[in-house]
């Protein structure tokens, strides 16, 4: 089965630090096989016959073991990824006039703190799923985000968060 590993606050601003190069090697060390590492921010595809659970207890053990962070770990398997990025709006990018990012949340998130952000529709574009929130904003208007608002919130720290351009090549590299 392959699955997509994405950790929460991994090499952000010099803290957490994990080098990709190193934890694709202790990844196969630990036996899993076809290893991708993609970009600084903690996203890995890898293959395995173990189960989401065993899998994420694994990695977060050998993250503490080998450099000694602490991270959230969000295991998805390939089906789930792709039916999260097939639902993202085809015009949702990340670029010099739009911002598109997607939310996924963790198994232990309560989904009516999803339910109780109140976007502005007049400015977000929004797509709720039962695993992940897409949004997209123009950049203009980015101020006005309700997600600026959740940064240190209950919400905020049950989820992680990727821009829809990080998404997309995820899932490009599952074919």
């Known amino acids: 089965m392959r699955y997509v590993i994405l950790f929460r606050g991994i090499n952000v601003g010099g803290n957490n630090t994990v080098s990709m190069k190193e934890l694709k090697k202790h990844f196969e060390q630990a036996g899993f096989t076809h290893v991708i590492t993609y970009i600084n921010s903690g996203n890995v595809i890898l293959e395995s016959n173990d189960s989401k659970d065993n899998i994420k207890t694994s990695i977060e053990n050998l993250v503490q073991k080998e450099f000694n962070v602490q991270s959230d770990t969000l295991v998805l398997e390939d089906h789930e990824f792709k039916r999260i990025e097939q639902s ?88």
């Open 88 to 175: 993202i709006p085809f015009h949702f990018e990340n670029n010099s006039t739009f911002v598109g990012n997607v939310l996924f949340y963790y198994e232990d998130l309560d989904l009516s703190l999803v339910d109780a952000i109140k976007f502005k529709p007049e400015y977000e574009e929004v797509v709720k799923l039962d695993c992940a929130l897409i949004h997209g904003i123009r950049r203009v208007n980015h101020s006005k985000s309700q997600l600026l608002r959740l940064i240190g919130t209950n919400l905020y720290k049950k989820v992680t968060i990727r821009n829809v351009n990080t998404v997309r090549k995820l899932s490009s590299m599952l074919t």
